[in-house]
């Protein structure tokens, strides 16, 4: 059964950097795609970026391209989640999930973590 665990999180000041980590139980990890996403207070769960098995692929949000990069140590079993440059905005539960492919639609991934409190204030 496979069982996911994020890590990383904490408060931090704007323009500060922060790598989210997700360890993966069980001996499918090679066989998963993993997606993060996050929740902030009221709004709906987002797709924040997704790597493919092979790490080939990755995707993504608009709001964090350029500034997050999403990696995965197959030897590990660990996905992370490298955010650079945090804005407010970047406040939210993150959640990292697994699945038989990359993709945005949260309905893909059927096993999720317990998330971890990303919070970005001065």
């Known amino acids: 059964q496979v069982q996911l665990v994020e890590s990383g999180g904490e408060l931090v000041q704007p323009g500060a950097s922060l790598t989210l980590s997700c360890a993966v139980s069980?001996?499918?990890?090679?066989?998963?795609?993993v997606g993060w996403f996050r929740q902030a207070p009221g709004k709906e769960r987002e797709p924040v970026a997704g790597i493919s098995q092979s790490a080939h692929n990755t995707f993504y949000a608009p709001s964090v391209a350029g500034r997050f990069t999403i990696s995965r140590d197959n030897a590990k079993s660990m996905v992370y989640l490298q955010m650079n440059n945090l804005k407010s905005d970047d406040t939210a539960v993150y959640y990292c999930?697994?699945?038989?492919?990359?993709?945005?639609?949260?309905?893909?991934?059927?096993?999720w973590g317990q998330g971890t409190q990303v919070t970005v204030s001065s």
């Open positions: 999930a697994a699945g038989p492919t990359i993709s945005r639609n949260r309905a893909v991934y059927p096993t």
């Open positions: 069980g001996d499918t990890f090679t066989l998963l795609a």
